[in-house]
């Protein structure tokens, strides 16, 4: 266990010494988790922190999120954004490495190298995972889309397949499912947010679980 108060990163982490013991899960991604076009509080750290608080569920929220970032990023900022008190790990990248065209295998090595490093420290995790488009061609798709789960049950991770499934869901058609999104039709809105932390929450909840019992399954 560790303390935590605040959003930031590395102040954040080290604000963890004189707040109140509660576990800290530090939020690995892009402009997904950063909260890319949004208010200071509405973004998805934001969000899912206040939805704990509400549940009545002790944790602190990192934001590890940087607009831009692709699967590489983040596995060579691992160690920066693990330094501290760090209790649990949500990985939410991969979405910069679809909008390049990068290859699947590319992406796979090096979210393999990020779930290294968190089984190195014994952190629990949870990846959150996106659904390649069609246009890159059926065998990319397939490619990408099984590095989620599969690096899922290699680890022993929790997993939230696609991050913006929950906006489809409750849209319904594409026409639908785009009032959750921001004009520029990647990120989500600050109501497209709210959607998915409610989808996301249980699972985070999950993951907090394992913090107290590293060994249960899920």
Do not use: C
């Amino acid at each position: 266990m560790a303390l935590i108060l605040g959003l930031g990163l590395l102040p954040a982490v080290a604000q963890a010494q004189e707040a109140a013991e509660v576990p800290v899960i530090v939020a690995l991604g892009d402009s997904l988790t950063q909260g890319y076009g949004l208010p200071a509080d509405q973004g998805f750290v934001p969000q899912l922190q206040d939805w704990l608080t509400a549940q009545g569920v002790g944790a602190g929220i990192v934001n590890a999120g940087v607009s831009g970032d692709t699967t590489a990023g983040g596995a060579a900022r691992l160690d920066w954004s693990l330094s501290g008190d760090v209790d649990a790990l949500i990985v939410n990248l991969g979405g910069n490495d679809l909008l390049r065209g990068l290859d699947p295998d590319v992406s796979r090595a090096n979210l393999e190298k990020i779930m290294d490093g968190a089984a190195a420290r014994d952190l629990p995790v949870l990846l959150v995972g996106l659904s390649a488009p069609g246009n890159y061609g059926a065998d990319f798709k397939t490619r990408y889309d099984a590095i989620f789960p599969d690096l899922a049950e290699r680890f022993d991770a929790l997993l939230m397949p696609d991050f913006l499934a929950p906006l489809r869901d409750a849209g319904g058609e594409a026409a639908a499912a785009a009032r959750f999104m921001q004009a520029d039709g990647i990120h989500p809105s600050a109501e497209g947010v709210a959607v998915i932390v409610e989808s996301i929450g249980p699972q985070v909840v999950d993951l907090i679980g394992r913090v107290s019992q590293p060994d249960a399954g899920g």
